[in-house]
């Protein structure tokens, strides 16, 4: 993976642009990876788990994924932020190469004191959007500028990746940052009573692509059990 030091006493960080990361070898539930720690000037830290060699492989599976603390960490009923991320990891384990990248954009890019403020309101009986935006906030405020930098150490610039995302938005912002996609694939976990609410706002305002949603059986019968 390229890797460049611009800094004769940084050890074993690697820089560019003044954005600095270092790697480790990490183990876990999913498997065998490595995983890479970006830190760019803005104090923003991103976390990469890296599978094989993406930067040799032909379109490696890629999952760009927003951190959630409080759905990955202290398992919150309402979205599905926790299965989407280990239905990733399981994925790309399974390659022989693949990036899971955690942004540093918690709560959409709003940050964890704005998000618990949405979630207050989210508790009156606004959906996730309608917080956002009573809070003065757009709905998706992210970029993708660091992913694409991330990307671009990690898979090689202009190199195209098979991407796991049910989002055009963010395909969109990707592209927009010189990510080349040669295949969108889709990430749909199984709804549950409590998120189910929070998927059919995602599809019907967001634009997300969701099968699994949008048969009005499959809608009707979980509607029935919330």
Not at 159 to 180: D, F, Q
Request: one cysteine or more.
């Amino acid at each position: 993976m390229s890797q460049t030091t611009d800094n004769e006493q940084a050890g074993d960080y690697n820089f560019k642009d003044d954005v600095k990361w270092y790697q480790s070898p990490f183990n876990c539930q999913f498997g065998r990876f490595t995983a890479f720690a970006f830190e760019f000037p803005d104090g923003r830290e991103h976390l990469a788990m890296v599978k094989g060699s993406p930067d040799t492989a032909d379109l490696p599976l890629v999952r760009v994924q927003s951190s959630c603390l409080t759905g990955t960490a202290f398992l919150a009923h309402l979205c599905d932020c926790r299965q989407q991320l280990h239905l990733a990891m399981e994925r790309v384990a399974t390659e022989d190469a693949g990036v899971i990248l955690y942004m540093d954009q918690e709560g959409r890019g709003h940050g964890l004191v704005e998000k618990l403020a949405q979630l207050k309101l989210i508790n009156t009986g606004l959906d996730t959007l309608e917080a956002a935006v009573a809070r003065g906030y757009g709905p998706d405020p992210r970029t993708y500028e660091q992913a694409a930098f991330v990307l671009d150490v990690l898979v090689g610039a202009g190199r195209p990746i098979r991407l796991l995302s049910n989002n055009p938005t963010k395909m969109g912002g990707l592209r927009a940052n010189g990510v080349v996609i040669g295949e969108d694939v889709r990430l749909e976990t199984e709804p549950t009573p409590t998120n189910f609410h929070y998927l059919r706002v995602k599809q019907e305002k967001m634009g997300h692509i969701l099968p699994s949603l949008r048969s009005p059986a499959g809608i009707q019968e979980m509607a029935n059990s919330v």
